[in-house]
């Protein structure tokens, strides 16, 4: 069974290199995280503070809030990126997220490697991953690029092959940052048919986005952060209503 329980999670982004900086511009903002210690020299980013969240499956949960207010670095907290500085995660169920796609691929190995590797991020086993790998590389359609380093690739024939690994298992939980579009007009065509795909068989999805529109075809319920904070926990239109007017 899928499921989250996060329990007053924080994260705080210490900055070393801030001490003695002023930062009046902190008033009169509506973007960014909380800043904490302005006056002792040393600055912290509180990016979340106290967050509480359940999430079952059926729940298609909807991020919202201004530039800066969490919803990032939340869904890297779900992914397992982040440690959280305060509280705890819990997290049940295999897990998907397009959120980094190309977190851990390097540059110096050829795709055919990279698949491996990002495979082995992803939490397969390495006889899973042999099995994938024919259908990841016909997914990408990178031809004989699949033998060469990655550094030889255009940032479009690496996003194909970022995205060709992420999406070719199918999640109980769905991590997502925007909808995000991949490659060229036919690629993009393929990989969102794709996208839909995975997006309506997960359990749980999690979408951070900007769109009312895209929010509104995908998400049955939503939180509204400000400074990190969960400010309003309840229904899509609620959400959007309240983050619109301030
Ligand atoms: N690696 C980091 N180091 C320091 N501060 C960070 C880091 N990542 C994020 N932050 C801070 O944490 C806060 C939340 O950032 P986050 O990326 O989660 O916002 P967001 O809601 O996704 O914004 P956007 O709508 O612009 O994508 C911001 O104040 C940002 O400055
Ligand atoms: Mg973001």
Same mark, same amino acid.
């Given at each position: 069974?899928?499921?989250?329980?996060?329990?007053?999670?924080?994260?705080?982004f210490p900055i070393y290199n801030a001490r003695g900086r002023s930062l009046k511009t902190n008033v009169?903002r509506?973007?960014g995280g909380h800043i904490e210690g302005q006056g002792s020299g040393i600055v912290t980013i509180?990016?979340?503070?106290?967050?509480?969240?359940?999430?079952?499956?059926?729940?298609?949960?909807?991020?919202?809030?201004?530039?800066?207010?969490?919803?990032? $670095?939340?869904?890297?907290?779900?992914?397992?990126?982040?440690?959280? $500085?305060?509280?705890?995660?819990?997290?049940?169920?295999?897990?998907?997220?397009?959120?980094?796609?190309?977190?851990?691929?390097?540059?110096?190995? $050829?795709?055919?490697?990279?698949?491996?590797?990002?495979?082995?991020?992803?939490?397969?086993?390495?006889?899973?991953?042999?099995?994938?790998?024919?259908?990841?590389?016909?997914?990408?359609?990178?031809?004989?690029?699949?033998?060469?380093?990655?550094?030889?690739?255009?940032?479009?024939?690496?996003?194909?092959?970022?995205?060709?690994?992420? $999406?070719?298992?199918?999640?109980?939980?769905?991590?997502?940052?925007?909808?995000?579009?991949?490659?060229?007009?036919?690629?993009?065509?393929?990989?969102?048919?794709?996208?839909?795909?995975?997006?309506?068989?997960?359990?749980?999805?999690?979408?951070?986005?900007?769109?009312?529109?895209?929010?509104?075809?995908?998400?049955?319920?939503?939180?509204?952060?400000?400074?990190?904070?969960?400010?309003?926990?309840?229904?899509?239109?609620?959400?959007?209503?309240?983050?619109?007017?301030?």
């Amino acid at each position: 069974m899928a499921s989250i329980a996060l329990r007053n999670v924080g994260i705080d982004f210490p900055i070393y290199n801030a001490r003695g900086r002023s930062l009046k511009t902190n008033v009169l903002r509506r973007v960014g995280g909380h800043i904490e210690g302005q006056g002792s020299g040393i600055v912290t980013i509180e990016a979340l503070r106290q967050v509480n969240l359940d999430l079952r499956p059926g729940d298609r949960l909807a991020l919202v809030g201004h530039n800066g207010a969490g919803k990032s $670095t939340l869904l890297r907290v779900l992914s397992g990126a982040y440690e959280p $500085t305060h509280g705890s995660v819990e997290i049940r169920g295999k897990i998907s997220s397009l959120v980094d796609l190309a977190l851990g691929m390097d540059a110096e190995l $050829t795709g055919r490697e990279n698949i491996v590797l990002r495979g082995v991020i992803l939490g397969l086993t390495f006889k899973e991953i042999e099995a994938l790998a024919p259908e990841i590389e016909e997914f990408s359609e990178l031809g004989g690029f699949m033998g060469l380093p990655m550094r030889t690739y255009s940032s479009g024939m690496a996003l194909r092959l970022a995205f060709a690994v992420s $999406t070719a298992v199918q999640p109980d939980i769905l991590l997502l940052d925007e909808l995000i579009s991949v490659g060229d007009a036919g690629f993009a065509e393929k990989s969102k048919a794709r996208m839909q795909q995975i997006v309506e068989k997960s359990r749980i999805l999690v979408l951070a986005s900007h769109s009312p529109e895209m929010l509104r075809e995908y998400c049955n319920r939503a939180v509204l952060l400000k400074e990190g904070q969960v400010v309003l926990d309840g229904s899509l239109d609620e959400v959007l209503e309240a983050h619109a007017a301030g």
